[in-house]
């Protein structure tokens, strides 16, 4: 195995091990309201993501900025309504993500990001039209069959696992559409809608 591999490797296993642990410190917010907490956390994001692109990103700032003056107004309307659209739901995961660790229970908010890999995969597959070998269809199948087999909770548990999933998998799928903008730079907008959304309610 060569070094490149390895660190896609352990990158892989990195993130699913912060995103299995992430849950049980969160657990401890509970006399929070969800809405609190991703308040706090939303703004803190913003501050940190916007500091980041202005002290070093100004160069992709600049990019971007000519890349959407260059278009005209439909596909510039089309990229925009994109970035909105999955601003809306990357705030949509975070609340049910908060929503489901405090007051549903644990499991259904780890099962989403257990089932989102599936989903992201399939949606690529369908709307994207990306390409599966057989070997990762197969994969996807015994995936599946996993996720059946572990789906034997309540419906309640299940639907806030598939919804969470859902909102995950949306958001990495219109991402895929928004080309030729950095992504730290649309990260950054997307913390601002989010921001306009829930300042009202901080």
């Known amino acids: 195995m060569n070094s490149r ?4 490797i352990a990158a892989a296993i990195g993130a699913t091990a912060i995103w299995g642990t992430f849950a049980v410190p969160l657990r401890n917010l509970k006399g929070y309201p969800p809405i609190e907490i991703l308040n706090y956390r939303l703004f803190i994001a913003l501050i940190i993501t916007w500091i980041i692109i202005l002290l070093f990103r100004r160069d992709k700032i600049r990019k971007d900025y000519s890349y959407l003056k260059s278009l005209n107004r439909k596909s510039r309307t089309k990229l925009l309504g994109l970035i909105f659209l999955a601003g809306i739901f990357l705030t949509g995961n975070w609340i049910s993500f908060l929503y489901a660790v405090n007051h549903v229970n644990l499991k259904s908010a780890a099962f989403g990001y257990l089932v ?3 989903i992201t995969a399939m949606g690529g597959f369908f709307i994207l039209r990306e390409q ?3 070997v990762k ?3 996807i199948g015994i ?3 996993g996720v059946l087999l572990l789906a034997n909770g309540s419906l309640m548990d299940v639907m806030w696992s598939i919804f969470i999933a859902t909102t995950y998998t949306s958001y990495l799928l219109l991402q895929r559409m928004i080309l030729k903008l950095d992504k730290l730079n649309v990260l950054g907008m997307q913390l601002i809608l989010s921001a306009l959304i829930f300042f009202p309610l901080f």
Request: one cysteine or more; charged letters at 5%; glycine letters at 0%.
């Open 116 to 118: 989102c890999p599936l």
């Open 137 to 139: 269809l197969t994969s």
């Open 5 to 8: 591999n390895f660190k896609h």
């Open 143 to 145: 995936a599946l069959i």
């Open 132 to 134: 599966l070998s057989t």
